[in-house]
């Protein structure tokens, strides 16, 4: 019995000392579930507030860098609902580290449109599909050796190949004036969730 109760204050302890000492800028999603998401605040701390074990709150100005450690043939989904402004950018095959200096593909989910970029190139523009406010949309981000594809909700965005080195990270903007939630983040490897075939 004495031996139990050392444990519990040693691993109650062993906690406190691990949470005080965490940087304030790191977050992790998906506590629970085998694959954790390491999350990083990139903006001021208080832009993003996470709301539940895999849901983020963000405000005006957010930039968060998600990864799974080891897994950069990914497969990441979000469930967005836009609350105010104009849209959200998913960043992808690059590092938080100097990001606006890194090599990218970026997709921005606007209530104009999705606009696919490489390295500010113009890959594709969809006016049809569009951020509703108030409305859950679920996108799917899936990289998988030189391919990839964006889908929102059925609606495939693009799908396209790049010579880009696929990276563990996928970064998260909103942009001017938005508010919005995430939740549902999920980021496996693809292998684990789908079969796909990208051309």
Known sequence: MKTKFKMIVLLSFSALIYYSCAPPDAFLLNRKEPV????????DLESVEQVRDNALYLLPGTMVALKVESITQLAADFTCELRDGEGITF??????????????????????GCIVRENNRLITKVDSIKAVPNEQKLIRILNEGKAYSITVDCDTVVKARTELCATEYVIIKSLKGTEAVLSGIDICDVKDKFIIQLK
């Open 36 to 43: 954790q998401i390491y999350g990083l605040i990139m903006s």
């Open 91 to 112: 960043a992808f095959r690059t590092i938080s580290d100097n990001y606006e200096q890194q090599n990218k593909i970026t997709f921005e989910y606007t209530t104009n």
